[in-house]
């Protein structure tokens, strides 16, 4: 009988240390979700992307489009490599 009471003691620190833990974990997450709406509002999101590597071919390829941009020869480029 003379555990019961420091049983109880327990499990109040415990449920006091839990509570404690539960409202510093939700200021993290409404801190992280703040962050990510910045972050997308700014367009700085990147979620799910997968950066690509460009090929020196690539890289020539989007050169000549951005030099002949508006023309038909910018059109050419772009249908036909």
Known sequence: MDESPN???EANKTA????????????????Q???RSID????????????KEITPQ???KLE???FFKGSEIEEAIKRYG
């Open 7 to 9: 049983l109880i003691e």
């Open 58 to 60: 690539e890289r020539k």
């Open 40 to 51: 997308v509002i700014s367009g700085r999101s990147s979620a799910g992307e997968v950066k």
């Open 64 to 66: 000549a489009i951005e």
């Open 16 to 31: 006091s240390r839990l509570e404690k833990a539960n409202e510093e974990l939700k200021a993290l997450l409404e801190r």
């Open 33 to 35: 979700e703040r962050n």
